[in-house]
């Protein structure tokens, strides 16, 4: 009797243990399957709320302080947990001027535009424009930015001291500083170059170059001015004023870039690129100039004008490494070239067709190493030039000089001493 009780018992035990065993087990999988449907939903509410994936603005207001035009904004890839967008002010690519929105946008599955209105003012101390994704719970992504570029139209600014004509000058400049070399008087005028696009008064330098020179180009590199011409080169030293020191020069060709340690000198005549290099010493004083050959057309980084095409090419460490020739728009020459913010602008020239200097401007952006193809801007030149010069600082163009009335500068050519400037958008037009 007792053996069998303690047999039922065993048995008992075993039962109990094993109910015990599936309880756990069960409520263990239930647990395992809940936590599964929290990560689920943790995946469904977090990893799949995306912000915008860009935001993109293009003012078409030509004034100092005013911007017009659409707010672009590229919707992420999955929209399933936003509720609208959040258009803010910025005072950096990740500050918001103020928690209160410009204005809030509704999902609609596909790109939202957003039109600023004409005469509308940003805050002071606005450099960019956000915008957030918003969740119906109030959650908001991160912000994603685009720097609010305002564009200007051409302005004139106060005569230059001197008429200016590539035939007589050249010009090198900082963002804060513009220099004006007339490297056949040899006469310098210098002025400040201020942060809203305008010069100051222009001052004449004591000590001028040290000889006349011919078809002159200059760069300005590490505090220092170097210029060159088809025999000569000179390093100018600037501390109150411009010591020249003669180097070593060699067909200096259409324009002068400077490379990381390197000076290179380009010519285009005639539709063949020649390219000399010339290296820095400790002195900042110039090498002898070596030409570079063996180099491939692909990749563009800089820029310079020739009669018939302007010539682009690739920086690669500071250094020239490839050439690009990209044709002119229309049959011209003597048209100025610049490059700013990856995008590469002709500016006027001498028409052949019409027989006369042009006011039209072309600009070209850089787009995954190859440029494409001409646009005309919306705003021409407020007056017809070639034989002008052209240079770029803080964000502006600045057209110097130049005459319209004919091809030769002289006798025919009348030189004038105006300075026009202009802010492009952020495409690169210019309203």
Excluded at 10 to 32: A, D, E, M, P, R
């Amino acid at each position: 009797m007792t053996i069998k009780m303690n047999v039922k018992f065993h048995h008992l035990l075993i039962l109990t243990n094993l109910f015990l065993i599936l309880t756990f087990s069960y409520c263990n999988k239930q647990g395992y399957i809940e936590k599964l449907k929290e990560i689920q939903e943790y995946k469904k509410n977090s990893i799949l709320f995306m912000p915008p994936k860009s935001i993109i603005f293009e003012d078409k207001d030509s004034r100092e302080g005013f911007i017009e035009g659409n707010i672009s904004i590229t919707i992420p890839v999955n929209e399933l947990n936003v509720k609208d967008y959040q258009i803010f002010w910025g005072s950096s690519a990740s500050s918001k001027l103020s928690d209160t929105p410009v204005a809030t946008i509704n999902k609609i599955g596909t790109n939202l535009v957003y039109s600023i209105s004409a005469n509308t003012q940003a805050p002071s101390g606005t450099t960019h424009i956000l915008v957030n994704s918003r969740k119906t719970t109030g959650e908001i992504s991160e912000l994603v930015s685009t720097t609010l570029q305002d564009a200007v139209g051409w302005q004139s600014l106060s005569n230059l001291p001197v008429n200016v004509s590539d035939y007589t000058h050249t010009l090198a400049n900082s963002d804060t500083r513009v220099y004006l070399i007339n490297y056949i008087s040899k006469s310098v005028h210098h002025a400040n170059i201020n942060s809203d696009g305008t010069i100051g008064t222009w001052s004449s330098l004591s000590n001028s170059l040290s000889l006349a020179m011919n078809r002159a180009n200059a760069i300005f590199y590490n505090n220092r001015i170097y210029i060159t011409d088809y025999t000569r080169s000179y390093t100018g030293t600037i501390t109150s004023t411009i010591d020249w020191v003669e180097g070593v020069g060699r067909d200096s060709g259409t324009c002068l870039v400077k490379g990381e340690n390197n000076l290179y000198s380009l010519s285009g005549n005639s539709g063949a690129i020649a390219a000399y290099v010339a290296s820095f010493d400790g002195t900042f004083k110039l090498s002898s100039w070596s030409a570079l050959t063996n180099l491939t057309v692909q990749a563009v980084g800089e820029q310079c004008d020739t009669s018939a095409q302007i010539l682009s090419f690739v920086s690669k460490q500071g250094n020239i490494s490839a050439f690009q020739e990209k044709p002119l728009a229309a049959n011209l020459k003597y048209v100025e070239s610049v490059m700013l913010n990856g995008i590469l602008y002709s500016i006027g020239g001498f028409s052949a067709t019409e027989q006369g200097a042009v006011d039209t401007i072309y600009y070209s952006s850089l787009k995954n190493s190859l440029y494409e193809p001409w646009k005309t801007t919306s705003s021409k030149l407020p007056v017809a030039k070639n034989h002008h010069k052209a240079f770029t600082a803080n964000g502006f163009i600045y057209v110097v000089g130049g005459c319209a009335d004919d091809w030769k500068p002289t006798p025919n050519c009348t030189i004038t001493n105006t300075v026009y400037y202009a802010r492009p958008s952020a495409s690169g037009n210019i309203p």
